[in-house]
Every structure is written in structure tokens, then in C-alpha cells.
């Protein structure tokens, strides 16, 4: 008897839920579709909405962060120092300027937009924006060169800031000299003497002129 | 076709190629309009909105697909059988073609007024089962062989059910003549055979249900006969990647495509010969004639058509052992007793 009872009630079930099934789909042919005709139609993206990057390159002051932050390292950022006579200007946010950035590229290819370069930029100037169309024919269009330095100002820059640094190096070099003469002059007092010869600290261990022997300041 | 009896061999000739070339027209036509409706209602169905860039909602979105077809390399795979994968195709279209000529499209136009016409039908279109048992094993691949033989197995299943179905409608009308059928039910909407057909009262009353549910099982039975979900085993794309015809590129699949697609009408067309009324208006004289008998033909066809593509797009795959269980455990007995009952009433 249950038997029977189950073999019915199976065809009960089956029958009244095609029914159902089909009563729903029906439905749905009516109901309007959701699709977007994309390329005709399109959707206003998120306020927040990560897409390409973009650097507002006059107010970047080449810190390097985004680059460092990024996971899949795909920020290419190089750097010149200005010599104290440049005047590189201030960002809108009010930051002096002393770097010139050469290279600033973004191979938007690797880019995952994680957006961790966004937070930790100073200057608010690497955003993201809302374009999301940029594929390319060749993926050598996809390294964004966001500088805007011509190859001449980045030569001059070059080129000044090996003057700079080349007569800072002459001037320790002579200071140097001075402090050696010094010590051969006075030799009781030659122990506390030799510091000031390393006195701006801003210098790196620039390699002085070789020519001047016993130079205490070395090491 | 009396008409054309004295032409000579030449005139008959060429008057045979022209009427048999007639449903091959009407049958790539009517693919053509079928798979823009499926597509459609698959989207919509889903809530999308299918093709939309090709012409006006993409109506021109099946001759370019047809275009792409015929431009495509034929590629036949090197461990393949090849004279059997060539031929496969043209077995299974034959098959279903075939099956045309006894389809009554119109009281003036049937391809072979044969009084066996329903049984060929039956016959030939078992053609299909070997088509595709020869392109699943000329193909020398996993997934073709799986479907070729869940096809064989399936398709022969079925064959029973349909068959019984066809048996009850001739049981009642007391012809094979799919012509002679369709006249019996003559006059209207009310003396189809799926509403008792044109017996008296009392008879027609008491066998109703039965042959409301005939038809119903003739129905189910012919979506698997033609491979339709929920019943499309062979070639179930998320586990035989397309079946029978993984393999098959270019003309060759769309031969296999538009196969699928004529048989679809093909079984809405016994269907609708058998218990819908075929070509009879069902407004009784109103409305009928010849032109108006295809008009209604096609229209209860499509209508039989619409009905499988809702289907599909409502219903998942059976399994296989559920696909048999339905066939021999369910669709057969409830037969053999509507075989009974009716056999009984008509007696009466
Ligand atoms: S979004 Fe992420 S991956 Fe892209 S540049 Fe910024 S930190 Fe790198
Ligand atoms: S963090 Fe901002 S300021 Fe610093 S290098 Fe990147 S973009 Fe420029």
C-alpha cells in the first residue's frame, strides 16, 4: 500500500512542480531584464571605486611610498635631488618641492588595484580614478609615464647636481686639507681636531680628492 | 498530387524535386526562427535580454551564426573513423527529414500520402539513433561514445511510449493515415483527439481523461525522442562536453543543429496530427481551407515548440536511471491502462 501510495505521490510531486516551474519562468519572460547594454549604456561606477590610476604629477615630491607600498611592485619612481638654488615650487597641499621625478611609471598591466599606494602618498596626488576602458593593442601601452621632465631638464638636472655635488666635495676636500694642515701645525691638540672635517651631515661619504695624504677622516 | 500525373518522366521529375525540396525550405526557415525564439526566451527567462546588436533585437543574429557555420574549418580529428564521421551527419539529418514526407502540412500539401504514415514515422526517425551511434563512435572520444550510447538507450526507451501513444490515437480513429487522422477530427476544437475526438457523448466523456493524458505522455516522450532537456543526456554539456557531436565543427555540426531542430517540429508535428487537429481549424469551417490549414498547422506546431524551449528552460537533466525510471515505471503502464480503458470504451 505505501508502496503505491509513494509511486503516485512521485508523480504528483513531479507534475506539480513542473508546474510551479514553469509558472515562474513564465513569469520572468515578462518582468524587465536587468542586462546593461554596456558599450551603449553605461553604469556609474562607485564613488570609491578603484580603477587606473592616476599621479597628479606636479604635486608629487618624488617620496617613493607609493612605490614601496605597493605589493606587486609595479611603480617605477626615480629621483634628482635640486640644488639649494632650484626653486621647484610648493604642492597644492603646501609641501616644498626638493626632488625632481624623472621617472614616475605605473605598469597598469601588473597593477592589481589594491589601492595601498593611494593611503600613504603625502601629497594626495597618486588617486584612483573611474576609467575603467584602457585596453591596448600592445602591452607596452599599458607603463603609464606619468614625469613630465623632457630628457634635456633631465640632463641638466643631472648635470647640476654633479656640479653641486662635485664643488661640495671639493669644499669638504679643502676643509679637509685645512683641518690636516691644521693638525700637522698643532699636533697636542689633535685629537678632538678631526671632527669638524665630517661636519655636514648631510654629505655622503663622497670620495675626496685621493691626493691628500694621512687624512684622518676617512674610515 | 493527382494533378501531376501526366507529365511525362522528366516533369515528374522535376515536380518531385520541388515538392520534396518544399519542407527542407520551410524546415531551415523555421531553424532559423526557432533558434532566435530559444535564444530569446532562454534570456528572457533568465532575465536578460539575448542578442541585441545584430539588426533590430538581433533578429539578424541567425543568419550571421549560419554565416560563421558555412565559413568555419572542417576539422575532423585524426583518430577518428572518417568515413563514418562524414556520413554520421547526413544519417541523422536523413533521419529526421525523412519523417517529413508523412507529415500532413496541409488538407493539399503531404510529401507521401502513405496509409502507413504514422508508423514510417516511427520507423525512419529511428534512423537518428544510428546517426549518432555512428558520429559518437566514429569520433574515438570519451565524451562522444558516453552520448551516443545514452542516446541508443534513451532513444530506444522512448521509442515504446510513443509508439503505445501513437497506437491509442489510431486506436481511436482507426487509421495509420496521418491524413485520415487529421480528418477525423474535423469541426472544430472540441472534436480533437485530445478531447475525446468526435465519438458520442457518453463515449467521448468517459474517455477524455485518458486521452488528455495520451497526449501528455506522447508529449514527454517525444522531448526525449529528440534529445530536449530535460531529457538531453546525450549530450549534457556539463558532463559529456556536447555529446555525440563533441567532434563535429562547422556545416557538419550545423547539420546536426538543424537536425535537432527539425526533429523538434517534426515530433510537434505528429503531435499536433494526432490529438491537436492538424491542419483543421478549430473554429470547425471558419478559417479553414488550404492555406489556412498550413497557417494552423505551423501555428499548433510552434506552439508545441514554444512548449519544449519553456520546458528546457525551467527543468534540469534527469539522471540516467531516472530517465529510465520514468520511461518504463511510469510513461509505459500508464499507457498499457489507457490502452485498456480506451480499447474498452470504444466497445462500448
Ligand atoms: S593599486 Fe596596488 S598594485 Fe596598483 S600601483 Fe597601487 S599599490 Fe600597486
Ligand atoms: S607617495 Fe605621492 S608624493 Fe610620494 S612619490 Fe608617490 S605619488 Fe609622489
Known amino acids: 500500500m505505501t508502496a503505491v501510495r509513494i ?143 623632457m630628457p634635456q631638464d633631465i640632463e641638466q638636472a643631472r648635470a647640476k647636481l654633479k656640479k653641486a655635488e662635485e664643488e661640495a666635495a671639493a669644499k669638504k676636500a679643502a676643509a679637509a686639507a685645512a683641518a690636516a694642515a691644521a693638525k700637522a701645525a698643532a699636533p697636542p691638540a689633535a685629537p678632538p681636531a678631526d671632527k669638524p672635517a665630517g661636519a655636514p651631515p648631510s654629505q655622503q661619504p663622497s670620495t675626496p680628492a685621493s691626493d691628500t695624504p694621512g687624512q684622518p677622516g676617512k674610515s | 498530387m493527382e494533378a501531376f500525373q501526366n507529365l511525362g518522366f522528366w516533369g515528374t521529375l522535376l515536380v518531385t524535386i520541388v515538392l520534396s525540396a518544399l519542407p527542407l525550405v520551410f524546415v531551415l526557415l523555421y531553424a532559423l526562427v526557432t533558434i532566435y525564439l530559444e535564444m530569446k526566451v532562454a534570456a528572457h527567462v533568465q532575465d536578460r535580454v539575448a542578442y541585441m546588436r545584430t539588426g533590430w533585437h538581433g ?15 572542417d576539422i575532423i580529428s585524426v583518430a577518428a573513423n572518417k568515413k563514418l564521421f562524414i556520413l554520421a551527419p547526413y544519417i541523422v539529418f536523413m533521419g529526421t527529414y525523412g519523417a517529413y514526407a508523412a507529415i500532413p502540412f496541409s488538407s493539399i500539401f503531404i510529401g507521401a500520402n502513405i496509409d502507413l504514415g504514422a508508423f514510417f514515422i516511427i520507423g525512419i526517425s529511428s534512423l537518428v539513433v544510428v546517426g549518432i551511434l555512428m558520429a559518437g563512435w566514429a569520433s574515438n572520444n570519451k565524451w562522444s561514445i558516453f552520448g551516443a550510447v545514452r542516446s541508443a538507450a534513451q532513444m530506444i526507451s522512448y521509442e515504446i511510449p510513443t509508439a503505445l501513444a501513437v497506437l491509442i490515437a489510431v486506436m481511436i480513429t482507426g487509421s495509420l493515415n496521418l491524413q485520415e487522422v487529421t480528418k477525423f477530427q474535423a469541426g472544430g476544437i472540441q472534436n480533437w483527439l485530445i478531447f475525446g475526438g468526435p465519438l458520442p457523448l457518453l463515449q467521448k466523456i468517459l474517455i477524455t481523461p485518458f486521452t488528455l493524458i495520451t ?68 473554429f470547425g469551417s471558419f478559417l479553414s481551407g488550404p492555406i489556412w490549414g498550413l497557417f494552423w498547422f505551423i501555428i499548433k506546431g510552434m506552439v508545441l515548440v514554444f512548449l519544449q524551449i519553456w520546458l528546457r528552460w525551467t527543468l534540469p537533466r534527469l539522471r540516467v536511471d531516472q530517465l529510465m525510471y520514468t520511461s518504463w515505471k511510469v510513461l509505459t503502464p500508464f499507457l498499457f491502462v489507457c490502452i485498456i480503458a480506451i480499447g474498452l470504451i470504444l466497445v462500448l
Open chain 2, 59 to 73: 533578429v539578424l543574429q541567425p543568419i550571421a551564426d549560419f554565416i560563421k557555420l558555412i565559413q568555419k574549418e
Open chain 1, 7 to 149: 509511486y503516485f505521490n512521485n508523480i504528483w510531486l513531479a507534475l506539480s512542480s513542473i508546474a510551479i516551474g514553469m509558472r515562474i519562468t513564465m513569469s520572468h519572460l515578462f518582468v524587465k531584464s536587468v542586462t546593461t547594454q554596456y558599450p551603449d549604456v553605461k553604469l556609474k561606477m562607485p564613488e570609491r571605486a578603484r580603477n587606473r590610476l592616476y599621479v597628479n604629477i606636479d604635486d608629487c615630491i618624488g617620496c617613493d611610498q607609493c612605490s614601496m607600498a605597493c605589493p606587486v611592485d609595479c611603480i617605477t619612481i626615480e629621483t634628482i635631488k635640486s640644488t639649494p638654488d632650484q626653486d621647484l615650487g610648493t604642492t597644492s597641499t603646501g609641501q616644498k618641492k626638493r626632488l625632481h621625478v624623472p621617472v614616475f611609471d605605473i605598469d597598469i598591466a601588473k597593477c592589481c588595484y589594491c589601492g595601498l599606494c593611494v593611503p600613504p602618498c603625502p601629497t594626495e596626488c597618486i588617486v584612483m580614478t573611474d576609467v575603467y576602458e584602457f585596453s591596448e593593442f600592445d602591452r607596452k601601452n599599458l607603463i603609464y609615464n606619468f614625469s613630465v621632465m
Open chain 2, 215 to 282: 497526449f501528455l505522455i506522447l508529449f514527454v516522450a517525444s522531448l526525449a525522442e529528440v534529445n530536449r532537456t530535460p531529457f538531453d543526456l546525450p549530450e549534457a554539456e556539463s558532463e559529456l562536453v556536447q555529446g555525440f557531436f563533441t567532434e563535429y565543427s562547422g556545416m557538419r555540426w550545423a547539420l546536426f543543429y538543424v537536425a535537432e531542430y527539425a526533429n523538434m517540429f517534426l515530433v510537434a508535428g505528429v503531435a499536433v496530427a494526432l490529438f491537436l487537429g492538424g491542419w483543421e481549424s478549430p
